[in-house]
Structures are given as C-alpha cells and as structure tokens.
C-alpha cells in the first residue's frame, strides 16, 4: 500500500511554469511506475507522463518537449515539470502508482485503470 500526496499546483500565465511534486509513503517507491495524468473540466482523464522504475520516461504527444518527469527515489517523491504552458493544459493532476509486482523497467501503461494507488489531485489553471 502507498499513498500519494500531490503539490504544487495553481494559477500560472500562458508561457510559464510550474513543477508538480508527488510525494509517495511506503518502503519500495523505487520499485513502482509512477504517472501523472490529468483532467479537464468536461473531459476524461488523460495520460500525461510515466516513468519507470528503470528511468523510462514517456509522454503524451500533448505534452511532449513541454514536460518532464523524473524522480527521487531517496525522497521517495516524482516530479512534474510543466514549461511553455497554455490554457489547454488547465485541469487537475493527479498522481498515480503501479504495483511493484505490476510494474516493468521499461513500459508504462497509460490508461487509468492500469494504476493502483491515486493522489488526490492537484489544480492547474493557465491563464491566456
């Protein structure tokens, strides 16, 4: 069992930054995919980025040159760096783990229903 604390979230202007932090309880963080999907008022929930635990990242072509994962298995926490934002980035992130014994060094699911543990979300509102 982990449970996920985001942060970082909030109002931002078009162009600009932020980065997301996902802050993970338990002893074997460094045995789980980690990913960030989000969603938008109206829409489903939405593969962002996922890393492995072999250091695999992915992207969706949505955020692709635009985001980057990465993670600090000392801290046991993943990040979210959000650049060159626009309002279509705007919606709520959310944090999400895959059981160790689910979880492959070098693939990444990215539908939801792939995921185990889930944060309780973070908001992100790009202003244009």
């Known amino acids: 069992q982990v449970q996920l604390v985001e942060s970082g979230g909030g109002l931002v202007q078009a162009g600009g930054s932020l980065k997301l932090s996902c802050a993970a309880s338990?002893?074997?963080?460094?045995?789980?995919?980690m990913v960030w999907f989000r969603q938008a008022p109206g829409h489903e929930r939405e593969f962002a980025a996922a890393?492995?635990?072999?250091?695999?990242?992915y992207y969706a072509d949505s955020v692709k040159g635009r985001f980057i994962i990465s993670r600090d298995n000392a801290k046991s926490t993943v990040y979210l760096q959000m650049n060159n934002l626009d309002a279509e980035d705007t919606a709520i992130y959310y944090c999400?783990?895959?059981?160790?014994?689910?979880?492959?060094?070098?693939?990444?699911?990215?539908?939801?229903?792939?995921?185990?543990?889930w944060g309780q979300g973070t908001q992100v509102t790009v202003s244009s």
């Open positions: 999400a783990a895959r059981d160790p014994g689910r979880s492959l060094l070098g693939s990444a699911p990215s539908t939801p229903d792939a995921y185990d543990y």
């Open positions: 338990g002893r074997t963080f460094n045995r789980y995919t």
């Open positions: 890393i492995t635990w072999g250091g695999f990242r």
